[in-house]
């Protein structure tokens, strides 16, 4: 069984298409990853979010828009459930990237990881480590992001004086 995280104001459940239905729970936001938005249903109350991208894409501003968009969620204290096809390498990035973000350390996160989603842990222990120098990217091209996010936030103020 996958457990949540605490991250920010909220908590970070991963899984993937197969545990899905197990894993999903009614205060769930549901963040996608897939390449096929899913089917909306009537009695579907979930608030839901759809990003998709490749699993194989080295872009870290695409990686890096998918991030701030969890991250965004779990600062408004929402319960986020990522998902993508296997729950294994954009879920896994996507929650490596943002647990790094939030000041864990590489060995933190990892473990986090493992422990929420115990199904991963042998295909995490290669991918995370494959893949560290993209996330790493990934986390610059954040942080380049918040710094002009704070810049033109600070132009703003000032002309409002």
């Not at 909306?40 to 695409?62: C, G, L, M, W």
């Not at 990035?93 to 939030?102: E, H, P, W």
């Not at 290669?126 to 942080?143: A, R, V």
Request: charged share 25%; aromatic share 6%.
């Amino acid at each position: 069984m996958n457990k949540s995280i605490k991250v920010s104001k909220g908590s970070l459940t991963m899984c993937g298409l197969s545990d899905f239905r197990d894993t999903l729970q009614p205060h769930h936001t549901v963040v996608t990853l897939c390449r096929y938005p899913p089917k909306q249903i009537d009695s579907d109350k979930h608030e839901r979010h759809h990003y998709y991208f490749r699993a194989n894409n080295s872009t870290p501003e695409v990686w890096a828009h998918a991030v701030d968009l969890v991250i965004g969620l779990l600062e408004e204290g929402k319960h986020v459930l990522l998902h993508c096809v296997h729950g294994r390498d954009r879920t896994g990035g996507v929650a490596y990237c943002l647990l790094r973000m939030f000041g864990n350390d590489v060995g933190q996160t990892i473990t986090k990881m493992m422990v929420a989603r115990p199904s991963m842990v042998k295909e995490w222990s290669t991918i995370l480590h494959e893949n560290k120098d993209l996330y790493d990217k990934i986390g610059l091209e954040l942080c380049h992001n918040m710094i002009h996010e704070t810049k033109n936030k600070n132009k703003t103020e000032r002309n409002d004086i």
